[in-house]
């Protein structure tokens, strides 16, 4: 195939730009572990009420000294509702939906996941800023979706 | 009326009322969003108008445009239609679904977004309608490869029209992704919405869906990118670059568009990391063909500049014909692809995702893509098509002119405020940006700017659609009608290559998606799941 010579060096340049995109993900992904929420655990959406770690959703520190967050998303609220964590410390949220899909947002953080009825989403996050934030449902879920806030303390 | 092009007119038709209803619902979501009250503004309407505004932005406009589209094409380029009376039955088809699912959504029935995830519940027949739209689109793409055939019996060997080549790279693509919506409509949602089962898994219809989400980018993107290729040049006055390099993109689609689904699954729970990371790979993959598109088709725009006499370095950028409202709107949609393009890399961006993921930045991101590339492509290439199809003169061409510009200048202060207001948290998709505390103070200001790019949006749709009537009810007749020219390449090709072996590259095609989506799926299949009952929370 007879390629013009300019047109030769942009697609050169072009694929050069893709391969540094992807080197800069696989390397975030190697090294720092930067990779977004991947495991398959299932659980009952319609019975989460008698559920031992979602019946009743509140931040525990297991022996091992980690802390882990179960978070119920239901219309049109979080629960539990405020979250506390401590800052600089790596927290495990476990995030499910007792109804429709729903998004679970920590504005200003990189804790950003979908709550999928049926499904956990697992993911370990590390607060360095103490504060108030704003969690918000970004997915759409009936009429008051706007309205779905809680809150996250760090301290 | 010129009996051979009926047919495509009256799609097109279809697609032009599809998207004036859809501009007002947007509109008055712009101004929603923003909190500025209207009468009649309720939570209920803003849901239902989102809903609105995708399903026939997204589906009816970009579904009937193309069919239209397609079949000017096969007229043109291969001189036939083969099974012109079947084509109008898929019409009907198109039409009846459409209407069927639009009157479900105005009654409130189907709030349920264009992307009707479960277990959000629509009435039935707003899938039923939705797969009457899809099947109607099949037999229009059997139609167009009959039609390819015929041409090709009396021509072997003879590369075919490039318009051609990148119409049946659309339905290829076409057919791949809507094999998942299938599965995901016929198998699951229909079913589930009848009664007929109890319970549905969210996770493999949301997957099912962007197994078809993702392709449906590119089966709106490629026709567009034949009118950049085909039609542009032509009416810049140049050359098509090269010929060969086009019919490569197109194919490098075919290969690349549906192996990309889970780009939009990054958040979700259920598919592994390492999957996720495949999806990735493929997705920046995709960018290439684009990137090769920037390069040979502004190389034509040059060609066209310097074959009217410009020198120097950038001398021929002012000779283009930018008064012509063709030109104007698919350079200035080529401009914003080039900005549309880049948010995309970030989006696909595997981790870097979770700053923008369903955010505001995300509908910022594809009306500049959907919303400006392909709509505003597809709007320049009416004024083109208008004449030569009804034998009518464009009615005012003044107004035709500034059309685009004004669709440009409202997309730049609509989408860069939802870019910037996604960055700082605001979600996507909410009544009011005004939440509690200092976070809603924040977004304000950008939902007001907003909602005023979504208002000259609104006034250029409104330019458009009066040039559209007024030229179809009161344009002065020409006879005959303007031929259709299309580009001529620099070197057109004398023989048929390996980019033409269209067999050869949707088996590669078939292949690479069950090798991204086999796994995943059996993984998920496999394992113990629980359904949902179904919600109707509007």
Redesign the interface.
């Known amino acids: 195939m007879q390629v013009e010579l300019y047109e030769r060096i942009w697609m050169w340049a072009a694929a050069g730009i893709i391969v540094l995109f992807l080197g800069a993900i696989g390397l975030g992904a190697a090294l720092q572990a930067i990779e977004p929420p991947g495991h398959l655990e299932t659980v009952d959406p319609t019975a989460l009420a008698d559920h031992a770690e979602f019946g009743a959703p509140a931040v525990t520190t297991r022996d091992d000294g980690a802390i882990v967050v179960p978070v119920v998303a239901t219309m049109f609220s979080f629960s539990p509702d405020p979250i506390e964590v401590p800052a600089n410390h790596p927290v495990t949220f476990r995030v499910t939906s007792g109804d429709v899909i729903h998004g679970f947002d920590v504005v200003g953080t990189n804790a950003n996941v979908m709550a999928v009825p049926g499904y956990v989403t697992r993911f370990t996050v590390t607060f360095r800023r103490p504060g108030e934030y704003l969690i918000v449902c970004h997915e759409y879920c009936g009429v008051l979706h706007h309205n779905m806030v809680g809150k996250l303390i760090v301290k | 009326m010129t009996g051979r092009h009926t047919l495509a007119a009256t799609h097109i038709g279809v697609a032009i009322a599809a998207f004036g209803v859809a501009s007002a619902m947007g509109v008055l979501q712009a101004l929603s969003i923003a909190d500025v009250q209207f009468p009649l503004r309720s939570?209920?309407y803003y849901?239902l108008a989102?809903t609105a505004h995708g399903v026939l932005m997204a589906l009816v406009f970009t579904t009937f445009f193309i069919m239209g589209l397609g079949y000017v094409f096969a007229q043109e380029s291969l001189g036939r239609m083969t099974g012109r009376r079947i084509a109008w039955v898929a019409f009907w088809l198109a039409a009846g679904g459409s209407v069927m699912a639009a009157v479900t959504i105005l009654r409130g029935q189907s709030?349920v977004?264009y992307t009707f995830?479960p277990?959000?519940q629509a009435h039935p027949l707003f899938y039923i309608g939705a797969t009457l739209l899809v099947v109607a689109s099949w037999i229009w793409g059997g139609v167009m490869i009959a039609s390819y055939r015929s041409w090709r019996r009396e021509h072997p060997g003879v590369p075919v029209a490039l318009s051609i080549h990148g119409m049946l790279a659309t339905i290829i693509i076409w057919y791949l992704a809507t094999f998942g919506l299938a599965i995901e409509v016929v198998g699951m949602l229909i079913p589930w919405s009848l009664g007929l089962v109890d319970k549905i898994?969210?996770?493999l219809a949301?997957t099912f869906f962007w197994w078809f989400g993702h392709p449906l980018v590119y089966f709106w993107l490629l026709p567009a990118y034949v009118l950049w290729y085909y039609v542009l040049p032509q009416v810049a006055g140049g050359r098509l670059?090269?010929d060969?390099?086009a019919r490569?993109v197109f194919i490098l689609f075919v290969l690349l568009s549906t192996p990309v689904g889970f780009h939009h699954?990054?958040?979700?729970?259920?598919?592994?990391?390492?999957?996720?990371?495949i999806h990735?790979?493929t997705t920046?993959?995709v960018?290439?063909p684009s990137?090769?598109t920037a390069?040979?088709v502004i190389?034509s725009l040059e060609v066209a500049g310097r074959m009217k006499g410009a020198r120097g370095l950038f001398d021929w950028i002012g000779r283009l014909p930018w008064s012509d409202p063709f030109f104007a709107s698919v350079a200035l949609a080529m401009i914003a692809f080039a900005f549309g393009g880049f948010g995309g890399?970030i989006n696909a961006?595997?981790?870097m995702?979770?700053?923008v993921?369903?955010?505001a930045w995300i509908q910022g991101h594809f009306h500049v893509t959907l919303g400006t590339t392909v709509a505003l492509s597809f709007m320049g290439a009416t004024y083109w098509l208008l004449p030569r199809l009804i034998g009518r003169e464009l009615r005012m061409l003044p107004l035709a002119r500034l059309q685009p510009y004004l669709w440009f200048a409202g997309m730049v202060l609509f989408s860069t405020s939802y870019h910037i207001a996604g960055l700082?948290?605001m979600?996507?998709?909410?009544?009011?940006g005004t939440?509690?505390?200092e976070?809603g103070e924040s977004w304000q200001a950008l939902t007001v700017v907003a909602a005023v790019g979504g208002t000259i949006l609104f006034l250029s749709a409104l330019a458009f659609l009066i040039v559209v009537v007024a030229t179809w009810t009161t344009g002065r007749r020409i006879q005959p009608p303007p031929p259709f020219e299309f580009a001529t390449a620099l070197?057109p090709p004398a023989t048929m290559?390996?980019w033409d072996r269209f067999g050869l590259w949707t088996a590669v095609a078939i292949l690479l998606v069950a090798l991204a989506y086999v796994y995943p799926l059996l993984?998920?299949l496999a394992?113990?799941?629980?359904?949902?009952?179904r919600?109707q929370?509007?």
Not at chain 2, 265 to 277: E, N, T, V
Not at chain 2, 427 to 432: D, G, M, Q
Request: aromatic share 18%; hydrophobic share 40%.
């Open positions: 939570e209920s849901y989102v709030t977004l995830y277990p959000l898994d969210p996770l949301r670059f090269s060969r390099l490569m699954q990054f958040a979700d729970p259920g598919i592994s990391s390492g999957w996720k990371l990735t790979v920046y993959a960018l290439y990137l090769v390069f040979t190389a890399a961006a595997y981790a995702n979770a700053m993921h369903n955010t700082r948290g979600p996507r998709r909410v009544y009011s939440l509690t505390g976070y070197q290559g390996l993984t998920l394992h113990p799941r629980y359904g949902s009952p919600f929370p509007f």
